[in-house]
Nanobody, 123 residues
Framework: QVMLVESGGGLVQARGSLRLSCAASGSIVSITAMGWYRQAPGKQRELVARITSDGSTAYADSLKGRFTISIDNAKNRVYLQMSSLEPEDTAVYYC?????????????????WGQGTQVTVSS
């Protein structure tokens, strides 16, 4: 079992900044990629940004330039620096990771989600 725990959400005024953090724990062998998704009320969960262990990144087109994702492979952590926040960015932000971990003496694939952290941007 690989667990993900997000932190750093909260209430911020428009044009403010927040930094989200997500830590992966468990019998991790390696992480292939980590990412951030978000889900606003009444909407589907959508990709925010994703990063591979070698640093390749992908962003939602609408967020490029405002959000920056980074990874600390040694600590199994991923970060999301969010700037120039807008009320439309209000959502629950979820961390996601996939890779390999030890289970019953075997190395198997995993894909895990965190429980989410609320980000609220006031106008």
């Amino acid at each position: 079992q690989v667990m993900l725990v997000e932190s750093g959400g909260g209430l911020v005024q428009a044009r403010g900044s927040l930094r989200l953090s997500c830590a992966a724990s468990g019998s991790i062998v390696s992480i292939t990629a980590m990412g951030w998704y978000r889900q606003a009320p009444g909407k589907q969960r959508e990709l925010v940004a994703r990063i591979t262990s070698d640093g390749s990144t992908a962003y939602a087109d609408s967020l490029k330039g405002r959000f920056t994702i980074s990874i600390d492979n040694a600590k199994n952590r991923v970060y999301l620096q969010m700037s120039s926040l807008e009320p439309e960015d209000t959502a629950v932000y979820y961390c996601n990771a996939d890779g390999k971990y030890y289970s019953g003496g075997l190395v198997v694939d995993f894909g895990s989600w965190g429980q989410g952290t609320q980000v609220t941007v006031s106008s």
